[in-house]
């Protein structure tokens, strides 16, 4: 939707909201001129019902206020007497309109300076699971999102497993796009399987200033920029869109800003003409090809490998006695390399000048691959580029996609929103996402740049690590719950503080209560 048709929406749904409740206002000894004011009227409502007047801005938080319009419901109905079990279900089953018959229909009395206690089980109940969902979605939309590592493709540093917690405000929190759809799930609906929003009501991008910008080798959740998936258990639909909060969360590792120059080298990052300097935690990882100087059990195998901190997989390589490793670090491949049983390792790395098709920008004139890529400019807002054939393809879904122009060509002209161009100014930052596990990760190399308006947030703490190849607590990874993502040396756990804090705060609850209640 528009700006201007998200106007005139809002005007509506004040006037439907005026005609809906002025002899609601005016029994509350209001006027009933103010139930059709715009802000002012929810200004009012919360004095009427006896509720903080701050709600109201919850009233303006996409996702937030269809939680609490409920609330509203039914807050007004019991400002007039109606407590009962059938009332709350009445408010909330009717969307609201219940209102409209004690409005026009009925002949009720304001209870003015009314209990906020519930009159009844049910009501109690209600009123405490959907505050509960307000406060949560809150804390999910604006302030920390937990995440799951799915893959592994940062393995050394997330494992597959890791549940993180999120910041939102390091990098600042976006407001929701989709104002329509289900608190703190994301595109899809669990067990369901269905859409999780209503499409068509989006809201700009808009994002609250962070307190940091994001730097190199930052871990950085985002929007996977090419989704086009239906939900995350279907297969890919090329037509079908996707609003942007909406899309597939990814995690990897910015290892280009904006302003850069990006090149691949071999495997190895090089930015602005110097190979990129991982944080200590951060391990390199290419595939290879191990062979055995004898017949060797895969079994045996596996444990060999796990002996060597290698630990992503084995798989059967090109000959029938030789094993794929997918994600083997430098120094892991230079001390297996000595053991008495291995006859040769192979680094399963692509030429320079092969060209992959599937990696970016997927053109024949770039013959780029995984272990050799670029050099690619990192573009950054206010910044200019010449703009011409050869170029185009780079920055080709930037200008028509992310920035939203007509893109045309015509021989060799290139025209912007029906305007013969030959260079182009960037609206926004952009950023290079790649994984350490460089021959098994999805990132970048395969789909190009992300932009800011993609940006999620700040992994900042494992919660929870869970081993699938475990057996019983063996399953849970001890050493890593309630660690820190970022930092040096050995993560360092923060269990036995939390839970320290957690009792101390139970027992100082419990004390003030006593207190209180014998006060």
Same mark, same amino acid.
């Given at each position: 939707?528009?700006?201007?048709?998200?106007?005139?929406?809002?005007?509506?749904?004040?006037?439907?909201?005026?005609?809906?409740?002025?002899?609601?206002?005016?029994?509350?000894?209001?006027?009933?001129?103010?139930?059709?004011?715009?802000?002012?009227?929810?200004?009012?409502?919360? *004095?009427? !019902?006896?509720?903080?007047?701050?709600?109201?801005?919850?009233? =303006?938080?996409?996702? %937030?206020?269809? /939680? #609490? $319009?409920?609330?509203?419901?039914?807050?007004?109905?019991?400002?007039?007497?109606?407590?009962?079990?059938?009332?709350?279900?009445?408010?909330?089953?009717?969307?609201?309109?219940?209102?409209?018959?004690?409005?026009?229909?009925?002949?009720? *009395?304001? !209870?003015?300076?009314?209990?906020?206690?519930?009159?009844?089980? =049910?009501?109690?109940? %209600?009123?405490? /699971? #959907? $505050?509960?969902?307000?406060?949560?979605?809150?804390?999910?939309?604006?302030?920390?999102?937990?995440?799951?590592?799915?893959?592994?493709?940062?393995?050394?540093?997330?494992?597959?497993?890791?549940?993180?917690?999120?910041?939102?405000?390091?990098?600042?929190?976006?407001?929701?796009?989709?104002?329509?759809?289900?608190?703190?799930?994301?595109?899809?609906?669990?067990?369901?399987?269905?859409?999780?929003?209503?499409?068509?009501?989006?809201?700009?991008?808009?994002?609250?200033?962070?307190?940091?910008?994001?730097?190199?080798?930052?871990?950085?959740?985002?929007?996977?920029?090419?989704?086009?998936?239906?939900?995350?258990?279907?297969?890919?639909?090329?037509?079908?869109?996707?609003?942007?909060?909406?899309?597939?969360?990814?995690?990897?590792?910015?290892?280009?800003?904006?302003?850069?120059?990006?090149?691949?080298?071999?495997?190895?990052?090089?930015?602005?003409?110097?190979?990129?300097?991982?944080?200590?935690?951060?391990?390199?990882?290419?595939?290879?090809?191990?062979?055995?100087?004898?017949?060797?059990?895969?079994?045996?195998?596996?444990?060999?490998?796990?002996?060597?901190?290698?630990?992503?997989?084995?798989?059967?390589?090109?000959?029938?006695?030789?094993?794929?490793?997918?994600?083997?670090?430098?120094?892991?491949?230079?001390?297996?390399?000595?053991?008495?049983?291995?006859?040769?390792?192979?680094?399963?790395?692509?030429?320079?000048?092969?060209?992959?098709?599937?990696?970016?920008?997927?053109?024949?004139?770039?013959?780029?691959?995984?272990?050799?890529?670029?050099?690619?400019?990192?573009?950054?807002?206010?910044?200019?580029?010449?703009?011409?054939?050869?170029?185009?393809?780079?920055?080709?879904?930037?200008?028509?996609?992310?920035?939203?122009?007509?893109?045309?060509?015509?021989?060799?002209?290139?025209?912007?929103?029906?305007?013969?161009?030959?260079?182009?100014?960037?609206?926004?930052?952009?950023?290079?996402?790649?994984?350490?596990?460089?021959?098994?990760?999805?990132?970048?190399?395969?789909?190009?740049?992300?932009?800011?308006?993609?940006?999620?947030?700040?992994?900042?703490?494992?919660?929870?690590?869970?081993?699938?190849?475990?057996?019983?607590?063996?399953?849970?990874?001890?050493?890593?719950?309630?660690?820190?993502?970022?930092?040096?040396?050995?993560?360092?756990?923060?269990?036995?503080?939390?839970?320290?804090?957690?009792?101390?705060?139970?027992?100082?609850?419990?004390?003030?209560?006593?207190?209180?209640?014998?006060?």
């Amino acid at each position: 939707m528009t700006l201007m048709q998200w106007f005139i929406f809002f005007l509506a749904i004040q006037v439907l909201h005026g005609l809906s409740t002025w002899k609601l206002y005016a029994k509350a000894g209001r006027q009933p001129w103010e139930a059709f004011v715009p802000i002012y009227n929810a200004v009012v409502l919360m *004095k009427i !019902i006896n509720r903080p007047k701050w709600w109201t801005i919850l009233l =303006f938080v996409p996702i %937030v206020n269809l /939680i #609490l $319009f409920p609330v509203i419901w039914v807050e007004t109905a019991r400002s007039f007497g109606k407590n009962s079990t059938m009332d709350t279900l009445l408010a909330i089953v009717t969307l609201g309109f219940y209102n409209v018959y004690l409005n026009y229909a009925t002949d009720v *009395k304001y !209870i003015e300076g009314r209990s906020l206690h519930p009159k009844s089980e =049910f009501g109690d109940w %209600v009123s405490s /699971i #959907l $505050f509960a969902i307000v406060a949560a979605t809150l804390v999910h939309t604006y302030f920390m999102q937990p995440f799951t590592i799915p893959t592994s493709s940062l393995e050394k540093t997330l494992l597959v497993g890791d549940f993180l917690l999120v910041s939102k405000i390091h990098y600042g929190a976006r407001t929701p796009m989709t104002t329509i759809g289900a608190p703190m799930v994301h595109d899809t609906i669990p067990v369901a399987k269905v859409k999780s929003y209503v499409p068509n009501f989006e809201l700009p991008y808009f994002r609250i200033p962070g307190f940091e910008s994001i730097e190199q080798n930052d871990i950085v959740v985002f929007n996977w920029p090419v989704d086009t998936l239906y939900n995350m258990y279907k297969p890919a639909d090329k037509s079908y869109y996707k609003p942007i909060d909406k899309r597939t969360n990814y995690v990897k590792r910015c290892v280009a800003n904006p302003g850069d120059s990006l090149e691949v080298r071999d495997g190895y990052v090089y930015i602005n003409g110097k190979q990129n300097a991982l944080p200590d935690r951060a391990k390199v990882q290419f595939s290879y090809e191990i062979s055995f100087k004898r017949n060797i059990q895969p079994n045996n195998i596996y444990a060999l490998l796990n002996r060597y901190d290698i630990t992503d997989g084995l798989g059967y390589g090109s000959t029938r006695d030789s094993y794929l490793i997918p994600a083997a670090t430098d120094d892991a491949i230079n001390r297996l390399k000595n053991h008495p049983d291995v006859a040769n390792i192979v680094v399963l790395k692509d030429s320079l000048n092969r060209r992959d098709p599937s990696i970016f920008p997927r053109h024949e004139q770039y013959s780029w691959n995984n272990d050799f890529f670029g050099p690619l400019y990192i573009p950054e807002a206010g910044k200019t580029v010449a703009l011409n054939l050869e170029v185009l393809p780079l920055y080709k879904r930037i200008i028509s996609v992310y920035e939203g122009h007509n893109l045309q060509v015509n021989g060799t002209e290139i025209s912007i929103d029906g305007k013969v161009v030959s260079e182009y100014t960037f609206k926004q930052d952009y950023y290079w996402m790649m994984g350490d596990n460089r021959h098994n990760s999805l990132d970048s190399r395969s789909w190009g740049f992300v932009p800011f308006d993609h940006v999620v947030g700040k992994p900042v703490f494992v919660w929870m690590s869970w081993d699938t190849n475990g057996k019983g607590f063996s399953k849970i990874r001890w050493e890593r719950l309630f660690t820190t993502v970022g930092g040096s040396g050995k993560p360092v756990s923060y269990l036995i503080p939390f839970f320290v804090v957690l009792f101390g705060w139970i027992g100082f609850s419990k004390w003030r209560k006593r207190k209180s209640a014998n006060s």
